[in-house]
C-alpha cells in the first residue's frame, strides 16, 4: 500500500513564504506525477502545481512566479515553494502523487491535506 503524507502548513502574514512538503511512501514502483491543489470552503479543490518524473512543471496562473514546485526523486517528496502570500491563498493545500504502486498499478494518491491561513 502506498500513502501520501504532507507538511509544512501554518499561519503567515501577506508577503511572508511557506514551504510545504509531501512524501509519498509504500509499495510502488514509480512516481509518475506529483502535485499540489488548493480549496477553500465551498469549492472544488484547484490545481496549484505539478511536477512530472521528468522534471516538468505547470502551474496555475494565480501562482506563477510566486510559487515553485520542486521535487527530491531520491526521498520521493515534492516541495512546494509559497512566496510573497496573499490572504487569497488561504485554504487546504493537498497533495496528490500518480503511482505505478506494487499491487493496483496506476492510481492517484492523495495527502489528507495541510492547512495554510495568510493573515492580511
Known amino acids: 500500500q502506498a500513502q501520501v503524507v504532507e507538511s509544512g502548513g501554518g499561519l503567515v502574514q501577506a508577503g511572508g513564504s511557506l514551504r510545504l512538503s509531501c512524501a509519498a511512501s509504500g509499495s510502488f514502483f514509480e512516481i509518475n506525477a506529483m502535485g499540489w491543489y488548493h480549496q477553500t470552503p465551498g469549492k472544488l479543490r484547484e490545481l496549484v502545481a505539478v511536477?512530472?518524473?521528468?522534471?516538468?512543471?505547470n502551474y496555475a496562473d494565480s501562482v506563477k512566479g510566486r510559487f515553485t514546485i520542486s521535487r527530491d526523486n531520491a526521498k520521493n517528496t515534492v516541495y512546494l515553494q509559497m512566496n510573497s502570500l496573499k490572504p487569497e491563498d488561504t485554504g487546504v493545500y493537498y497533495c496528490?502523487?500518480?503511482?505505478?504502486?506494487?499491487?493496483?498499478?496506476?492510481?492517484?494518491?492523495w495527502g489528507k491535506g495541510t492547512l495554510v491561513t495568510v493573515s492580511s
Open positions: 496528490y502523487a500518480d503511482l505505478d504502486a506494487v499491487v493496483v498499478g496506476r492510481k492517484t494518491y
Open positions: 511536477i512530472t518524473s521528468g522534471g516538468s512543471t
